[in-house]
């Protein structure tokens, strides 16, 4: 039977994203979906691809993103994700979203609210609106949207967030979370960690989370502790989870600073041990370095850090703290609060727990790239084929199948993304073409942006997104997608 398709990838080494064996076959799409797979040799497309054995996959899905603004902003803005064969993002990680807020004139985003919010941006007052300019003005990617608790806390409580909210307070950004949802947001996140959401307690966070129940989301997680309480924190978000019926996903998952190296033994058990009990996840980026939003307090001589952006000093940005404060004269943390508002890259982790995280079963791959930074944590641009060179090809710490497994598959079912992920007649057609040869980061953290090599064509719902060695093409066929209520 002979059939005639749009686009027709020929001679391609198959990783479907379920994590079986590759295998040698074609890949036929029509619109947006994949209409062949297998021997397609009877079949003609307008546009046919000749991959001679090089590897085509799922298009990736960054599980843990701050893309929030990024989606907005048009193709350049993605090329970063698209160049490493990324098709969709998960936006409103860290408790931080562009949605929903009505802020009250004059009030200023506050760090780490300003990882996504710039001065004209705090004006989607519903999901709904958010939702709209994506539909109006399409990514190139897919988004999946999470709601920040953060961004819930500054309009609830009127900016007055040092404190625990009051049980109207929670009941207000439990109705707000709730009408997000329903408006086609995928789930809650937190940043417990940072000051000012440190001060909610657990009971705060449960009370919110209850929207998640009857709209099915799920709740994710930048722990209160990712250090020395690592474990209790871990158990705080297994609490809310349980608590509010729902699955959740710890971001970002490390064990910080040095005196907690070699912890992951500890927490993936745990994790491990729940497991069985409830749907646990966890995200994690393949770099023992860290970036947040800089804080004097955290500086300690024994994490070297550096500059990633500084508002007063953007002469400093790229330069280590320790010879920026050597060169002012003054203490690590006087010059810390003297570059501020600032964005840091901590060297904080352990590489043989991010190692042991990465190898996890229940890990995905999450950059947590910050879009906005000036010197960025190179993981912006180098993050997915760090892991298919470096550590799948190079270091063999898990196979390429396994690789693309924690990029797609594996993310699309914790996220609920139906039809995405893996490659089958009647899925979405986002799909990456890459060499698994030479596919590799070239970002570092001296130069953190430079495009990744062997990643040589990314299409997004069938369009042409990205071309190795071109750029990003004039395609803007992201949409948002909404976890399956099933
Ligand atoms: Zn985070
Ligand atoms: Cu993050």
Known sequence: MALRCDLILRDATIFDGTGTARRRGDVAVTGDRIVGVGDLGAWSADREVLANGKAVAPGFIDAHTHDDRAVLCGPECMTCKMSQGVTSVVVGNCGISLSPVRFKGGTRPLPPLDLVFEDGWARFGDFADYAKELADKPSPVNTVALIGHMTLR????????????????????????????????SGFSTGLYYPPNIMAPTSEVIAVAEALRSTGGLYVTHMRDEATHVLDSIEETLQIGRAAGVPVVISHHKCAQPENFGRSTETLALIEKNARTQAVAFDVYPY???????????VRPDVTVKIAWSKPHPEMEGRWLSD??????MELKAAAEKLLPAGAIMFQMDEADVQRIMQHDLSMIGSDGLPHDRFPHPRLWGCFPRVLGHYARDLKLFSLETAVHKMTGRTAAVFGLEDRGVIRVGAYADLVLFDPETVRDVADFDHPTRPAEGILETWINGQSAYVGGVGATAARAGRLVTRGRA
């Open 288 to 298: 023992y370095a860290g970036s947040t939003v800089l804080m004097p307090d955290k």
């Open 154 to 185: 500054i309009e609830a409580m009127q900016g007055d967030t040092q404190r625990a909210a009051t049980d109207k307070e929670a009941a207000a950004m439990q109705t707000r979370l709730r009408e997000a949802m329903e408006q086609g947001a």
């Open 324 to 329: 920026v404060a050597k060169e002012w004269g």
